[in-house]
């Protein structure tokens, strides 16, 4: 036996948090009061040939487990803990240990050692015994605990809530037309890795959000394999039923199906966005767009703009803003279905008529959105806020930075 498990896991807890962090959830701290001090005890002790593997593997997952359940280390930044957390459960699954997954209850860690590892259902039945002796005296600090996360991670929540936006547009979209473009293709594709990505993050410090379920809650990874992708997500829901996780309830392949699937965790983020950061988020270092939409009402850089709600430049660039609130790549088409939905007068024009309306309502320099709302010719990062792409559709440089 070798030191280099010891050594793996030094990397990456000096990689992610001080020298005071890692003491302070170290036993014996008046013998430890230097992590050099703590490191070379600890391989001392692997090398140990007196100490059995099991007792060392157990003393180690025991102490692992102390960072993994303690996200104060991290600020309850769920984006710093996230990148803890996958790096070393990769470390932990080279080396035969795992990371007990424990559905739908996200703020307890298990660390399996190679030698407790036993048969899946075995390790499910001891999860579940685990889960239900500290379930009961954990329940009354859960909402506490979930809004003190969510306090910290607002932008992850507004990202997830935006993501899903598009993601509810385009299927909604699909099931009414049955169309495919490229352009919704890829923002469909991008919207679902968004959504997986935060959700997988989020989960890790919410409670009620899991991230082994999101498979099924948000199974599709493309426009073109919407039924299949479905039927997949059905049948591996079939399969865990038996554990007493229903998630699809109801297999028809419908949108409202669908929709009402991810309901319970747009409730759950909704509920933990705070009214005060959207208020006064758009003035922060961190706000991530030029333009916000506060009710009607649009601020640029968090000043509100002074915008005719009646005139047609306010009605597109809203039409605009619904499609790519982060900003993005438009097409012609797309933009005019739904300007026509929202302005009944244009419904008559041709496909060129409104390619003109579109350019004049936005960007002409009598008349536009970006004139009436003195919007500068060029952002921070050199480009224009709203630009045509010449036989295309629109640009929108929303994204700040």
């Known amino acids: 036996m ?31 009061k230097s992590v050099e001090k703590i490191e070379a005890n600890m391989s001392d002790y692997w090398l140990n040939s007196d ?29 710093i803990f996230g990148d803890f957390y996958n790096e070393i459960n990769n470390f932990l699954s080279k080396n035969a240990f795992r990371i007990a997954e424990i559905p ?15 048969s899946m259902t075995e390790m499910y039945e001891q999860q579940h015994f685990e889960f239900d002796s500290v379930h009961e005296a954990r329940q009354k600090e859960t909402d506490n605990r979930d809004i003190l996360v ?7 929540l507004i990202r ?25 293709e890829k923002q469909f594709v991008k919207a679902v890795v968004g959504m997986k990505n935060d959700a997988d993050k989020l989960s ?29 997500a059905v049948k591996k829901d079939t399969k865990d039923r038996w554990l007493g996780f229903f998630i699809i ?21 909704s509920f933990l966005i705070s009214d005060e950061f959207i208020e006064n988020g758009d003035t922060s270092s961190n706000n991530t767009r030029y333009i916000v939409k506060d009710g009607d009402d649009f601020k640029y850089k968090g000043k509100l703009l002074p915008l005719s709600k009646k005139a047609n430049y306010y009605k597109v660039f809203c039409a605009l803003y619904a499609l790519l609130p982060s900003g993005g790549e438009v097409e012609y088409k797309d933009l005019i279905k739904e300007i026509k939905s929202r302005i009944p007068s ?56």
């Open 249 to 269: 309830k109801n297999d028809d392949f419908t949108f409202q199906n669908i929709k009402s699937i991810l309901a319970p965790t747009l409730k759950k983020v």
């Open 150 to 156: 969510g306090q910290q991670n607002q932008q992850l």
């Open 51 to 79: 100490i059995s593997i099991s007792k060392k593997e157990d003393v180690f997952s025991r102490w692992i487990e102390k960072f993994l359940n303690s996200q104060e280390l991290f600020d309850y930044r769920l984006d």
């Open 104 to 118: 739908d209850y996200q703020t307890y860690f298990k660390v399996e050692s190679p030698t407790n590892i036993q």
């Open 160 to 184: 997830f809530l935006e993501n899903s936006e598009i993601y509810l547009k385009i299927l909604k979209d699909y099931f009414d037309n049955n169309e495919i473009t490229i352009f919704k």
């Open 346 to 401: 244009t419904k008559s024009k041709s496909d060129e008529e409104m390619r003109k309306f579109i350019q004049s309502n936005l960007t002409e320099k009598s008349n536009g959105f970006i004139r009436y709302a003195k919007i500068p010719k060029t952002e921070d990062n050199s480009k224009p806020l709203i630009d045509v792409i010449k036989s295309f559709g629109i640009n929108f440089n929303n994204k700040a930075g």
């Open 204 to 232: 890790l410090g919410i409670s009620g959000l899991s991230r082994y379920n999101f498979d099924i809650i948000i199974p599709f990874g493309s426009l073109y394999s919407l039924k299949e992708d479905w039927n997949n």
């Open 2 to 32: 070798n030191d280099n498990f010891i050594k793996g896991v030094w990397v990456i807890l000096k990689k992610y948090l001080s020298d005071e962090k890692i003491i302070s959830k170290t036993k014996n701290l008046e013998n430890n």
